[in-house]
């Protein structure tokens, strides 16, 4: 059976677990990373030197990197569907989990932290206001190309909206004022019509 290191409130470890629950992949996972330790481990190094989650093993075959990951279950239980068999579809998809790494996630990660993982009388006011114009005017990047598509990759649910899916409901939990972004709001609406983005995602920001 498919076993999945990393606890279940991080943003990574979401990414592969909603991706199982979508392909109906059986695993097992593991609870590792933060309060429960276990990433520092000789043992945990040994199948990740970074020390980070999630990490996967699926019958002796160890892989890092939550995007790796997703596109690997992709491509092994989801040709054709999760994964685009379209080649275009499919860099498509990739594209958008890609920006998501480098665009929407730098810009949103600072917010995060310093709302929801760092105790108010630490807090940088400033930096937080910065974070949460920057991630506004990033999403309507996202915005502009939800106008003429469904979602990301096109008209279906690929592995190019896991990602974003799962940042997007961060940045709609924070307890902040977020500027009118009507397609992004149609899409995650979409998506939480999926029992498996409610099951693994929509939960209280921790």
Not at 33 to 40: E, I, M, N, P, Y
Not at 41 to 70: M, Q
Not at 100 to 127: I, N, S
Not at 160 to 173: A, K, M, Q, V, Y
């Amino acid at each position: 059976m498919l076993v999945i290191w990393g606890r279940a409130n991080s943003i990574n470890v979401q990414k592969v677990l909603w991706c199982c629950e979508e392909l109906r992949v059986p695993y097992e996972r593991r609870d590792a990373g933060l309060a429960f330790g276990v990433v520092d481990t000789p043992e945990y190094r040994k199948l990740n030197p970074n020390g980070l989650v999630p990490t996967i093993e699926d019958d002796g075959f160890v892989l890092w990197e939550s995007n790796a990951i997703v596109r690997y279950l992709a491509a092994k239980h989801g040709l054709g569907a999760v994964q685009p068999a379209d080649l275009q579809a499919r860099a498509r998809a990739d594209q958008w989990m890609e920006w998501h790494v480098t665009t929407y996630w730098t810009a949103l990660r600072p917010l995060f932290m310093g709302l929801v993982r760092t105790p108010p009388e630490q807090r940088d006011a400033r930096a937080i206001e910065q974070a949460r114009r920057s991630t506004g005017e990033v999403l309507g990047i996202l915005d502009a190309h939800l106008q003429t598509h469904r979602f990301v990759a096109g008209d279906a649910f690929t592995m190019g909206d896991i990602p974003l899916g799962c940042g997007i409901w961060r940045w709609l939990g924070l307890p902040i004022e977020r500027p009118a972004l009507p397609n992004v709001q149609r899409w995650f609406d979409a998506l939480a019509e999926r029992p498996a983005y409610r099951q693994v995602v929509m939960h209280p920001l921790t």
